[in-house]
């Protein structure tokens, strides 16, 4: 076997070994996912929740902790592989992945306002903490109208 040969065959496998992970199980990718939304959502709420009437600001600020975590940890729901395909069902679309440094800079301000509601939580003004929450939304919305199907 010729060593160009060789070298091909070698740079296969390896190609194919990197690429197991990611393959593997796309339908744990997107359960682990799912289930980020889901307590993002929660949290969300509880913050909404927590500044309706009499303001609850260790609720909010708890729930604020929780959401700032989503926001650090999403940038790791969304591995190559993990979109739609066949079998599967998602809501992510293909625009996630062929427009990423777009879908990227949406990250970027969900992360952004995400610390902001933190600083408002922290200074424990309501009026703040809501306005933020509310500019919050909008960054949640951003994503949902130009990467979420449906
Ligand atoms: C929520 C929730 C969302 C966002 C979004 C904001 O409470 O579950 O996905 O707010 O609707 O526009």
Redesign the pocket.
């Known amino acids: 076997m010729s060593r160009l040969v060789r070298r091909a065959l070698f740079a296969a496998l390896a190609g194919a070994l990197a690429g197991v992970p990611l393959l593997a199980a796309p339908a744990d990718t997107i359960r682990a996912r799912i289930a980020g939304y889901k307590q993002l959502?929660a949290a969300?709420?509880a913050v909404?929740d927590g500044l309706r009437g009499e303001p609850d600001l260790v609720k909010v600020r708890k729930a604020v902790g929780q959401i700032a975590g989503a926001s650090a940890a999403q940038y790791k729901w969304y591995p190559r592989g993990s979109g739609p395909q066949p079998g599967v069902k998602t809501a992510a679309k293909v625009e996630i992945w062929s427009r990423g440094a777009q879908f990227r800079a949406g990250q970027d301000r969900f992360a952004g306002q995400a610390a902001a509601l933190q600083r408002a939580a922290a200074g424990g003004d309501p009026v703040a903490i809501r306005a933020e929450a509310r500019k919050l939304?909008?960054t949640?919305?951003a994503c949902?109208d130009a990467f979420r199907a449906d």
């Open positions: 959502g969300f709420k909404n939304g909008a949640c919305k949902h």
